[in-house]
């Protein structure tokens, strides 16, 4: 039996009644199980499953959380203020990043620290480095459900790495399996996230460019690199507020690259940018209805979430949608004062690319220099 598979079983077996997950790539094939095989629902924020495990354990439910590291963090408030303060009980399952084969230098810091954190924060916990502790997950539900607290389990992905087999295949909103969204039903993307920015390269060049974390940093480098492309390695939600810092002190033209799964986590970064109306930024918001960056699992932009009338609802006065080429290139180049925010609708998709070669210090000196240069 695979070690996912196990993992599953374990968790039946302890009666989890409920799943709230955001996905990580390195556990893609048992987030993909938990989906097929539990009640579910997908996060746009971790710490917004921490709020709807709560109202499930008072509607007397045994609820779980399927996190990364990194993620973790966004939590530890909400565990604190209202799972800890309430005394309610919640099992976590976390992907463990950072101390095992990381090739991501932004899942280090906290990945390494996170045993240290819970310790911190009183939170119990136990590690997952082989096969032979995976029954400290069934005794960590019992204890969770038994006496009414916060059980971690960090599950290191040595665990995982050697899993194979395929996962569920998303099709592009329109393709006939899922339901279009409004603003979708007329427009069939075409086109995937690494061809939008092999399209929009010149546009890029010479602007101050923030891209979103993940494959996107990957292809933007691929197709577009300049040492003022701000490639983001971690922090994901933060794409469009790092923009919006930026412009505010430099008269340079400032894009964002960001995603559906990003902005998704931190829509009330679109509210301040509408409310401080930088002329000079704009928001590429690239929507393929899925967390592209780990294993293609559907956001809410896939089914019912439509960004462009999210960003109007915020504030933003000029906004498009595009998932044509030659009309996306014209919008682009009529743009003028800003804010903008363009809603470039894309096939689900990933360009087979390799890690960043640069460093987060290399990347941030090469941004500083662009700027000031």
Sequence with gaps: MKTSQEISRILKDSGVSLFTTLPCEKVKH???????????????????????????????????????????????????????????????LVSWRGVYKEKVPAQIPLGKRLPRVLEALDISYSALESHDDLPQIGEAAREAYSHNTIQVVLISPNLMENEEGSLPRIEAAGGGKIPPIPGRAKMRPSLTRFEILKTIAPFLEGKIVVCNLGMPCRELFKVAHQKSNFYMLGSMGLASSIGLGIS??????????DGNGSLLMNLGSLATIAREKPPNLTI???????????????????????????????GFKKTFKEAEPKQLLSTLQGLGGGPSFVHILTKPGDADLPYLPLSPIEIRDDVIEAITG
Excluded at 58 to 84: D, E, H, W, Y
Excluded at 289 to 296: A, D, E, K, L, P
């Design 248 to 257: 505010l002190f430099t008269r340079r033209q400032v894009v964002v690259i």
């Design 30 to 92: 048992l987030y993909s199980l938990i989906c097929q095989d539990f009640r579910h629902v997908g996060l746009s924020r971790e710490e917004e499953g921490v709020g709807i495990c709560a109202g499930a354990y008072l509607a007397r439910a045994k609820p779980a959380m399927l996190v990364q590291s990194s993620g973790f963090g966004n939590m530890a408030n909400a565990l604190c203020s209202l799972t800890k303060t309430y005394q309610l009980s919640l099992l976590i």
């Design 284 to 314: 590429l918001a690239i929507d393929n209805g899925v967390h592209g960056s780990t294993g293609n699992q559907p956001t809410a932009t896939m089914h019912q979430a439509d960004l462009e009338l999210i960003a109007r609802g915020a």
